[in-house]
Nanobody, 125 residues
Framework: QVQLQESGGGLVQAGGSLRLSCAAS????????MGWFRQAPGKEREFVAA????????YYGDNVKGRFTISRDNAKNTVYLRMDSLKPEETAVYYC??????????????????WGQGTQVTVSS
């Protein structure tokens, strides 16, 4: 069992930056690839970014490439999402997730075994 807890959300102006953190507890963190998703009201949960177990490989949704950066610190059992140049339409609840599967299809929600409760990000115009 893995417990995930996101933090770092809040209110930011358009063009601003935030860094989200997701702390994991339970089984060995480095055994899991990690992902970030987001869900705006009335919309489906959307893939944002993912990172492999070692951190050597990263994957991004088309909408965030070049602006968001995912990273992890296996010694601290934490994955991060640095978000720059935020846009109002990126207002959403951001979730981190963990998967024990090694794959290149990290954008697929069904791949993930564990999810956090989410953290709200609000981008004002």
């Amino acid at each position: 069992q893995v417990q995930l807890q996101e933090s770092g959300g809040g209110l930011v102006q358009a063009g601003g930056s935030l860094r989200l953190s997701c702390a994991a507890s339970g089984r060995t963190f480095s055994s899991y690839a990690m992902g970030w998703f987001r869900q705006a009201p009335g919309k489906e949960r959307e893939f944002v970014a993912a990172i492999s177990r070692s951190g050597d490989s990263t994957y991004y949704g088309d909408n965030v490439k070049g602006r968001f950066t995912i990273s992890r610190d296996n010694a601290k059992n934490t994955v991060y999402l640095r978000m720059d140049s935020l846009k109002p339409e990126e207002t959403a609840v951001y979730y981190c997730a963990a998967t024990s599967t090694s794959s290149t299809y990290y954008s697929r929600r069904y791949l993930y075994d564990y999810w956090g409760q989410g953290t709200q990000v609000t981008v004002s115009s």
